[in-house]
C-alpha cells in the first residue's frame, strides 16, 4: 500500500517530515519518483523513472536508496536522472534478482552517486538486459566498486558506459565487468586510488566464456588510472571464448605503481580478437611494470606513446618492458602482434617490446620508435617477424648494474626486415649466471632471415656497439638455426663484428648466407662465419671493413651482379686476405678479376656466369664451369690462373678492357668439354693464345674454334700451347673475317700446340678468268704461289681476295695487254704512212698530163715548186715556167688518225689518235721520180685503265716509173719510236708505268694503170706491202708489287691492197676543181695478232698474251676534193678511211699549196 503524505507547510510540519524521513523503519517506496519531494529507499521496474535534483539529496543510511526489484520493460525500461546526490552507506543502487530490461543511470554534471561499498551494483546475469551509464558527474566507492557489473555475466547482456566525470574507488577496483556485450567510452577519470586495485576488471575467469565483445575507448583527456592494472581482463586457462575485445586509446591509461598499463596476460583462450589502438594522442604506461602485457590474438597498433618505468631503487630487478607477453607463464606458445606507427613511441624500462616465452612469436612493423632503455628495442625468448622503417635501440641504463642493450633480439630464429635503423647503443657488467660482460648488438638473432634494406632504402643502418649481428643461442652457443642475411645498407660492429655466426658445424644443417650489396664493417672481422658450409654473396658496389672469415666447413664466396660487368680484386681472396678461407667463388653473372691472389680453391662459372680476366694473376686457382648452360659464361680477358676445367662456357682471351689479342696463361692442366674458344686475330700474326704449362685435354667433336678478324696469309697463328701435351681435337672451326675466295683458315696441330693458318682451297684462279689473257696471267700467280707463303706480295694479294672482291678484273689489269695490243696500233700507222709516201708518187707521176688523167694527181702533198704551166692554172704568172727536163720538188703533209679498236673477247678495246707531218724532195726525171722524205708523228693509245704515248722519227726513200698507162710505185721507211706506258691496277692500288723503245720498218710497191673515159680519170691499182714492228725491253717502276717486265716483241706482217682510183676536173669560175676518190680492199697474210711475253716483277713467272689484232681484211678508202686558184694556190680536203675485223680508223688532211 502506497502512502502519500500531505503537503506540510509549516516548519514543524518539515520537521516531523524530516523525522519521518530519517527513520530506518520507513518502508520502501516503489515506482516513479522524484527528489525532492521523494525520501527513503525507492524501488523500480518496468518503466519507472527517478529523477535527483540538483542539490537534492537521496540518503537511505545503510540500506541502498534504489533498488532495481522488478523486470524493466527494454524501452525506455527504468531510467534514473541525477543531478544531485545519491549516497548509502552500503550499495547506492543495487539489484535483488535475476531481472531484464533496461536500466538507465544518468548523472549529470555535479551529480554524484557514492557508497560506502559498490555505488552501482547489477547482481543478476541481466539476460537479455541492458544497463546504460552515462556519467557526467562523480560516481565513487569508498570500499566497493564504483561500478559493479561483475554478476552481470550473460551473454546477452548489454552494458554500455559512457563517462565524461570520474568513476572512481578509493577500496577497490574502480570498475568491474561480467559477460555480454561492453561498451566503455570515457573522456573523464575512471580511477583507483586503493592500492593494489584496477581501475577496470574483468578478472572473474568465467566470464570470459560468455563474453562477445568488450569496446573501451579512452577519449582524447580522459584518464583511466590504476595502483595495479590500470586495465585488467582474465579468462579461465581452459577458456576457448572468442569475444572481439577493442581498446582505443587517446588520452591516458596508466598504472601508478605495480600494474600494467593494460594487463591481457591471463587470457588462455586462443580465438579472442583483441586490438588495442593507442591514437597519437594517446598514453598507456606504467610507473612500475609492463605498459602492455598482451596474449595470443593480441594487435597493438600504436600511434602515441606505450612506456614503462621501475620504482625507484629497483634498477637491477625490474624487467618492466612497454610491451610483453609471456607464454611461460601461460603455458602457451603466444603470438603478438604490434604496428608502431610514424612518430609513435614504444619505450620500456628494460625492453621496448617483449615475449618472454621460448615458443613467444612476436609481429612487429615499426615505422616510428621502439627502444629498450636496459635491454633491447624487440626482444623475444622466442622468434618473431620484425619489419622496421623507424628506429629500434637497445641500451643500458646507468642505473643498473647489468644492462644487454641490442637493438632486437630474437632467441631462436626470427626474421628481420630493416628499412630504417637498428641500435644497440651499448651493455654493461655481466648478466647474471654467465662470467663475461655482455655485448651490445643491433641484431642479436638465433637464426632465420634478416634483411636490411633494399634498392630503395640503402640508407638502412643495422649497428652494434660491439656487434651489428650476433647469430648464436643467446648464450655464446651454437646458433639455433641457419642464418639469412641480405644487406642493401649498412651493418657495422663498432667494437666487435660486423656480423658473427657461432657455429661449431656440429649440426650440418646450420650455415651462414650473407649477401651483401652494402657495407658491412667491424673493428677486425666484417663476418665471422662459423664452421658451417657458408654463402658470402659480394653485390656490385658492395663494400667490407675487415676480415670475412669463412672458417671452417665448405664456404663459397659468391660474386653477384645485378646489370653489367662487376670488378673485383681477386688479391682480396685468400687465406691472409679479406675474404678468407672459402673454397669456392663462384658467379651466375660477368665478373671483371683482377690483382694478385693466392686464393687455390675452385672459380665456378655455374650455370650462367663468366670471369674475365683483367690481369689477374691467380696462379693456384682452379676454374671450372658446371654442365647444363641456362645462360652465357665463359672465361675471357688476360690473366694467369691455376688450372682449367671447362664444360659448355665460351673461351675469349680477346674480350677485356682493352679488346685486344690476348693470353690466358693456365699453370696447370686444362680440360675442355663442349667449348667455344673464340680466338681474335691480327693481320699483324698476333692472336689470342692459352698458354697451359701442364696438359691439354680436349674432349669431344663438340668443342669448337671461331675466329674473328681478318688473318694473314703466309701467317700462323698459334691458339693454344701445352707443355706436356695435347690429346684430342677441336670438332669445329667458324671464321668471321672475309669470306675469302681461294683460301680457307685450318687447324693444324702438332704435339703441344695448335695452330690457325690459311691454306688455298682447291678453287683455282682460273675459275675467274674470262678470258685468254686472264687464264694466262691466273697461270702465272699460281706458278707463283708454289714455294713458301708469304714470298710473293702479288700472290698474297691475289690470293685474299674476298667476297665482293673481282679477280676477274684483277685478272685483266694484271695482264698489261695494252703492252701486246700497241704493235699493232703502230702497224696501223705505218700502213697509213706508206699510203702517203705512194700518193706523193701518184702525184709526180701525173705531172705533165693532159687532160682527165692530170687529175689522178690531185690529193698529193703539199709541193714547194711548180710544175710546167698550164693554161687553166698558173700558179705564178710572174715567173717563167721551167724548160722541160729535170725537176726537183719539196713536199710536205700533215696527217690525223683517229682508230678505234673493238674488243675481241681477249684484249681490252682501244683507241688510238696520232697526228704527224711527213716532209719530202723527190727528182722527177723523164719518167721516174726518185726520192727521200722524214717525218714526225705523235699518238696516244687508250684502253681499259692504260694508255701510252708514243713519239715516232721516220726516213723513207721511194721512187715510181710510167710506162704510158702503166705506173709501177715503191719504197721503205724506218723510224725509230719513244714509247711511254701507264697503266692502273686496283687489286695493288698501285700506277705502273715504263719507258721504252722500238723501231719501225715499211716496204711496199703498187702497180696501176691509167684510163681516161668521157673526162674521168681511172686508175685500177694492186699494191704489196710489209710492215714490221720491234720494241724493247722494258721494266715498270712505281709497282713493286704488280709491276711487269719484258725483254722485248715484234710483230710483222705482209698485206695487199686492191683498189680503183678516180678523179676528174673542170672549171668553176676560174677555179679548177678537181674531185679524186679511191677506194680499195686489203688482206693481211700470216698472224695478224701481235703477241708478247710479260713477266712479274715481284714472282719472276712469266705469261704471254694476245693484243688486239690489226684487220685481216679490210676496206680502205678516201675522199676529196682540190681546189686550183689562178693565183697559183691550190687548197685540198681529204678524207681516208678503213674498216674490218673490228678495225677502223679514219684521217683526215687539208692542203693549202702556193706554187712560186
Known amino acids: 500500500m502506497m502512502i502519500r503524505l500531505p503537503l506540510l507547510q509549516s516548519s514543524a510540519s518539515r520537521f516531523v517530515l524530516a523525522l519521518v524521513c530519517s527513520g530506518s523503519a520507513m518502508p520502501a517506496l516503489a515506482g516513479s519518483f522524484t527528489v525532492p519531494p521523494a525520501t527513503g529507499q525507492q524501488t523500480v521496474s518496468g518503466s519507472d523513472t527517478g529523477t535527483i535534483d540538483a542539490g537534492a539529496t537521496l540518503n537511505t543510511g545503510s540500506s541502498a536508496s534504489i533498488v532495481w526489484n522488478g523486470n524493466a520493460t527494454t524501452s525506455p525500461g527504468v531510467v534514473i536522472t541525477n543531478s544531485g546526490t545519491i549516497t548509502s552507506t552500503n550499495r547506492t543502487i543495487d539489484t535483488t534478482g535475476a531481472f531484464t530490461g533496461a536500466f538507465t543511470l544518468n548523472n549529470n554534471a555535479g551529480g554524484k552517486v557514492t557508497s560506502k561499498d559498490d555505488a552501482f551494483r547489477i547482481n543478476g546475469p541481466l539476460a537479455n538486459g541492458t544497463v546504460i551509464v552515462n556519467n557526467d558527474g562523480t560516481i565513487s566507492s569508498q570500499t566497493g566498486q564504483a561500478l559493479d557489473f561483475d554478476k552481470a555475466t550473460s551473454a546477452t547482456a548489454t552494458v554500455t558506459i559512457g563517462n565524461t566525470g570520474t568513476i572512481s574507488s578509493a577500496g577497490s577496483d574502480a570498475i568491474r565487468l561480467g559477460g555480454g556485450t561492453i561498451g566503455i567510452t570515457n573522456s573523464g577519470t575512471i580511477e583507483t586510488t586503493s592500492s593494489g586495485k584496477r581501475a577496470i576488471k574483468f578478472d572473474t575467469a568465467s566470464n570470459f566464456d560468455t563474453l562477445k565483445s568488450l569496446t573501451i575507448t579512452n577519449e582524447a583527456g580522459g584518464v583511466i588510472t590504476g595502483t595495479d592494472d590500470a586495465i585488467k581482463i582474465s579468462s579461465k586457462t581452459t577458456s576457448t571464448a572468442a569475444p572481439v575485445i577493442s581498446i582505443t586509446n587517446a588520452g591516458t591509461i596508466q598504472s601508478k605503481s605495480g600494474g600494467q598499463g593494460i594487463d591481457l596476460g591471463d587470457i588462455y583462450s586462443t580465438n579472442a580478437t583483441i586490438t588495442i589502438t593507442n591514437q597519437k594522442t594517446g598514453l598507456i604506461t606504467a610507473a612500475d611494470n609492463d605498459g602492455i602485457q598482451g596474449t595470443n590474438g593480441v594487435t597493438i597498433n600504436n600511434y602515441g606513446t606505450i612506456s614503462s618505468y621501475y620504482a625507484a631503487g629497483t634498477a637491477d630487478t625490474q624487467n618492466n618492458s612497454a610491451v610483453k607477453v609471456s607464454g611461460d607463464d601461460q603455458g602457451q606458445a603466444i603470438t603478438l602482434k604490434v604496428n608502431n606507427y610514424a612518430g609513435a613511441l614504444i619505450s620500456g624500462a628494460y625492453h621496448g617490446i617483449k615475449a618472454t616465452g621460448s615458443d613467444d612469436n612476436l609481429i612487429v612493423t615499426n615505422n616510428g620508435t621502439i627502444e629498450g632503455r636496459n635491454g633491447s628495442g624487440v626482444n623475444s625468448n622466442g622468434t618473431g617477424t620484425l619489419t622496421n622503417y623507424g628506429t629500434i635501440s637497445g641500451t643500458f641504463d646507468p642505473a643498473a648494474s647489468f644492462g644487454d642493450g641490442d637493438g632486437v633480439d630474437f632467441?631462436?630464429?626470427?626474421?628481420?626486415?630493416?628499412?630504417?635503423?637498428?641500435?644497440?647503443?651499448?651493455?654493461?657488467?655481466?648478466?647474471?649466471?654467465?662470467?663475461?660482460?655482455?655485448?651490445?648488438?643491433?641484431?642479436?638473432?638465433?637464426?632465420?632471415?634478416?634483411?636490411?634494406?633494399?634498392?630503395?632504402?640503402?640508407?638502412?643502418?643495422?649497428?652494434?656497439?660491439?656487434?651489428?649481428?650476433?647469430?648464436?643461442?643467446?648464450?655464446?652457443?651454437?646458433?639455433?638455426?641457419?642464418?639469412?642475411?641480405?644487406?642493401?645498407?649498412?651493418?657495422?660492429?663498432?667494437?666487435?663484428?660486423?656480423?658473427?655466426?657461432?657455429?661449431?658445424?656440429?649440426?650440418?644443417?646450420?650455415?651462414?648466407?650473407?649477401?651483401?650489396?652494402?657495407?658491412?664493417?667491424?673493428?677486425?672481422?666484417?663476418?665471422?662465419?662459423?664452421?658451417?658450409?657458408?654463402?658470402?654473396?659480394?653485390?656490385?658496389?658492395?663494400?667490407?671493413?675487415?676480415?670475412?672469415?669463412?672458417?671452417?666447413?665448405?664456404?663459397?664466396?659468391?660474386?653477384?651482379?645485378?646489370?653489367?660487368?662487376?670488378?673485383?680484386?681477386?688479391?682480396?681472396?685468400?687465406?691472409?686476405?679479406?675474404?678468407?678461407?672459402?673454397?669456392?667463388?663462384?658467379?651466375?653473372?660477368?665478373?671483371?678479376?683482377?690483382?694478385?691472389?693466392?686464393?687455390?680453391?675452385?672459380?665456378?662459372?655455374?650455370?650462367?656466369?663468366?670471369?674475365?680476366?683483367?690481369?689477374?694473376?691467380?696462379?693456384?686457382?682452379?676454374?671450372?664451369?658446371?654442365?647444363?648452360?641456362?645462360?652465357?659464361?665463359?672465361?675471357?680477358?688476360?690473366?694467369?690462373?691455376?688450372?682449367?676445367?671447362?664444360?659448355?662456357?665460351?673461351?675469349?682471351?680477346?674480350?677485356?678492357?682493352?679488346?685486344?689479342?690476348?693470353?690466358?696463361?693456365?699453370?696447370g692442366d686444362v680440360s675442355l668439354t663442349d667449348t667455344s674458344y673464340w680466338a681474335n686475330i691480327n693481320p699483324d700474326g698476333s692472336s689470342d693464345l692459352i698458354k697451359v704449362d701442364g696438359k691439354t685435354t680436349l674432349n669431344g667433336a663438340d668443342n669448337r674454334v671461331f675466329v674473328a678478324g681478318q688473318l694473314e696469309w703466309g701467317a700462323r697463328y698459334t691458339l693454344l700451347s701445352s707443355a706436356g701435351g695435347i690429346s684430342g681435337t677441336f670438332g669445329t672451326l667458324n671464321t668471321y673475317g672475309p669470306a675469302y675466295l681461294f683460301i680457307a683458315p685450318e687447324l693444324s696441330y702438332d704435339a703441344t700446340h695448335v695452330y690457325l693458318e690459311l691454306e688455298r682451297n682447291g678453287i683455282a684462279f682460273a675459275t675467274y678468268a674470262a678470258t685468254p689473257n686472264q687464264r694466262s696471267v691466273a697461270g702465272a700467280l699460281e706458278r707463283a704461289g708454289i714455294g713458301p707463303k708469304k714470298t710473293s706480295a702479288l700472290y698474297t694479294a691475289f690470293v685474299t681476295q674476298s667476297l665482293g672482291d673481282s679477280p676477274s678484273l684483277a685478272l685483266s689489269q694484271l695482264s698489261g695487254d695494252l703492252y701486246a695490243t700497241l704493235p699493232g696500233q703502230m702497224a696501223t700507222e705505218n700502213m697509213m704512212v706508206n699510203d702517203l709516201i705512194l700518193g706523193r708518187l701518184r702525184q709526180a707521176g701525173y705531172t705533165g698530163a693532159k687532160g682527165a688523167e692530170a687529175a689522178l694527181g690531185a690529193g698529193g702533198p703539199a709541193r714547194a715548186y711548180a710544175d710546167p704551166a698550164t693554161p687553166g692554172a698558173q700558179a705564178f704568172k710572174a715567173i717563167k715556167a721551167p724548160e722541160p727536163g729535170p725537176v726537183w720538188t719539196t713536199w710536205a703533209q700533215g696527217y690525223g688518225q683517229w682508230l678505234s679498236t673493238s674488243a675481241n673477247g681477249n684484249a681490252a678495246a682501244a683507241d688510238t689518235n696520232l697526228g704527224g707531218l711527213l716532209i719530202g724532195a723527190d727528182l722527177s726525171a723523164s719518167n721516174w721520180v726518185l726520192g727521200l722524205a722524214a717525218g714526225y708523228s705523235s699518238a696516244s693509245t687508250s684502253a681499259d685503265a692504260a694508255s701510252a704515248n708514243t713519239e715516232t722519227w721516220r726516213i723513207a726513200?721511194?721512187?715510181?716509173?710510167?710506162?704510158?698507162?702503166?705506173?709501177?710505185?715503191?719504197?721503205?721507211?724506218?723510224?725509230?719510236?719513244?714509247?711511254?706506258?701507264?697503266?692502273?691496277?686496283?687489286?695493288?692500288?698501285?700506277?705502273?708505268?715504263?719507258?721504252?723503245?722500238?723501231?719501225?720498218?715499211?716496204?711496199?710497191?703498187?702497180?696501176?694503170?691509167?684510163?681516161?673515159?668521157?673526162?674521168?680519170?681511172?686508175?685500177?691499182?694492186?699494191?704489196?706491202?710489209?710492215?714490221?714492228?720491234?720494241?724493247?725491253?722494258?721494266?715498270?717502276?712505281?709497282?713493286?708489287?704488280?709491276?711487269?717486265?719484258?725483254?722485248?716483241?715484234?710483230?710483222?706482217?705482209?698485206?695487199?691492197?686492191?683498189?680503183?682510183?678516180?678523179?676528174?676536173?673542170?672549171?668553176?669560175?676560174?677555179?679548177?676543181?678537181?674531185?679524186?676518190?679511191?677506194?680499195?680492199?686489203?688482206h693481211a697474210f700470216g698472224d695478224v695478232t701481235p703477241q708478247t711475253v710479260l713477266s712479274f716483277i715481284n714472282t719472276g713467272t712469266a705469261f704471254g698474251i694476245d693484243g688486239l689484232a690489226i684487220a685481216e681484211d679490210s676496206i680502205v678508202g678516201s675522199v676529196g676534193v682540190d681546189f686550183a686558184f689562178s693565183t697559183g694556190a691550190t687548197f685540198s680536203l681529204a678524207y681516208e678511211g678503213m674498216a674490218g675485223d673490228g678495225t677502223s680508223y679514219n684521217a683526215g688532211k687539208a692542203t693549202l699549196a702556193v706554187k712560186f
Open 411 to 667: 632467441d631462436h630464429a626470427g626474421t628481420v626486415l630493416n628499412y630504417g635503423t637498428i641500435e644497440g647503443l651499448g651493455s654493461k657488467g655481466i648478466k647474471p649466471g654467465e662470467t663475461t660482460p655482455s655485448t651490445s648488438e643491433g641484431i642479436a638473432i638465433g637464426g632465420g632471415v634478416i634483411t636490411n634494406g633494399d634498392a630503395a632504402h640503402t640508407s638502412a643502418l643495422i649497428s652494434g656497439a660491439n656487434n651489428g649481428i650476433l647469430v648464436d643461442d643467446s648464450n655464446s652457443g651454437d646458433a639455433y638455426a641457419a642464418m639469412s642475411i641480405t644487406n642493401y645498407g649498412t651493418i657495422q660492429g663498432l667494437d666487435g663484428y660486423g656480423i658473427r655466426y657461432v657455429n661449431s658445424g656440429v649440426d650440418p644443417t646450420k650455415s651462414l648466407t650473407v649477401v651483401n650489396y652494402g657495407t658491412i664493417s667491424g673493428t677486425t672481422y666484417a663476418v665471422q662465419m662459423g664452421n658451417g658450409n657458408d654463402l658470402f654473396v659480394v653485390g656490385a658496389g658492395s663494400k667490407v671493413v675487415g676480415i670475412v672469415d669463412a672458417q671452417g666447413g665448405v664456404d663459397t664466396l659468391s660474386l653477384k651482379t645485378t646489370s653489367g660487368v662487376l670488378d673485383f680484386d681477386l688479391g682480396q681472396v685468400g687465406n691472409a686476405a679479406t675474404y678468407r678461407h672459402f673454397e669456392e667463388v663462384v658467379t651466375d653473372g660477368s665478373v671483371y678479376l683482377s690483382g694478385t691472389s693466392t686464393f687455390s680453391g675452385t672459380l665456378n662459372m655455374g650455370k650462367s656466369g663468366s670471369f674475365g680476366l683483367n690481369d689477374l694473376y691467380a696462379p693456384d686457382a682452379h676454374f671450372k664451369s658446371e654442365a647444363g648452360s641456362t645462360g652465357p659464361r665463359g672465361i675471357w680477358g688476360h690473366g694467369t690462373i691455376g688450372s682449367l676445367d671447362a664444360v659448355d662456357i665460351i673461351i675469349d682471351p680477346s674480350t677485356g678492357p682493352s679488346n685486344a689479342t690476348a693470353t690466358i696463361a693456365v699453370k
Open 957 to 1082: 726513200a721511194y721512187g715510181g716509173t710510167t710506162f704510158d698507162a702503166i705506173k709501177l710505185r715503191a719504197g721503205a721507211s724506218y723510224g725509230w719510236s719513244s714509247i711511254d706506258q701507264s697503266r692502273f691496277v686496283a687489286l695493288t692500288g698501285e700506277s705502273p708505268k715504263a719507258s721504252y723503245n722500238g723501231t719501225v720498218g715499211n716496204l711496199f710497191a703498187e702497180a696501176g694503170y691509167t684510163f681516161a673515159f668521157s673526162g674521168v680519170a681511172l686508175e685500177p691499182f694492186a699494191g704489196i706491202g710489209w710492215t714490221s714492228v720491234d720494241l724493247g725491253s722494258f721494266i715498270e717502276n712505281n709497282a713493286p708489287i704488280a709491276g711487269l717486265a719484258s725483254t722485248g716483241s715484234s710483230f710483222d706482217t705482209a698485206y695487199s691492197t686492191l683498189g680503183l682510183r678516180i678523179a676528174t676536173s673542170f672549171n668553176a669560175s676560174g677555179i679548177v676543181v678537181t674531185p679524186h676518190a679511191s677506194a680499195g680492199w686489203r
